[in-house]
């Protein structure tokens, strides 16, 4: 059974940092991985996605620059490094575990199979 969890939440004002986590486990295999957001009112997006490497990485414009996503495969773990935090990044996060093993720059959601709980960040002005 495949579990996906992720942690790191929480308020922080703007101009901030937090480093989200996500642990996957109970997978055969590694896989790309990727971050999602939704405010509220406002439909789920695409926010950054790695290969199963690491070594390729994809990131939405609006976030492009100043958050950074990585993996420790050793852990099933990647992460996403926010810094800069806007008050328009406030949002819950979700992580995924694509069905492949590179990310194509399309975040559409048949292209992920297993989905975590997610992870509320709050940025305050």
């Known amino acids: 059974q495949v579990q996906v969890v992720e942690s790191g939440g929480g308020l922080v004002q703007a101009g901030g940092s937090l480093t989200l986590s996500c642990t996957a486990s109970?997978?055969?295999?590694?896989?790309?991985m990727g971050w999602f957001r939704q405010a509220p009112g406002k439909a789920r997006e695409g926010v950054s996605c790695i290969s199963r490497s690491g070594g390729s990485t994809d990131y939405a414009d609006s976030v492009q620059g100043r958050f950074t996503i990585s993996r420790d495969n050793s852990k099933n773990t990647i992460y996403l490094q926010m810094n800069s935090l806007k008050p328009e990044d406030t949002g819950m996060y979700y992580c995924a575990v694509s069905r492949y093993y590179s990310c194509s720059g399309s975040y559409n959601n048949g292209r992920f199979q297993y989905w975590g709980q997610g992870t509320q960040v709050t940025v305050s002005s």
């Open positions: 109970g997978l055969t295999s590694d896989y790309a």
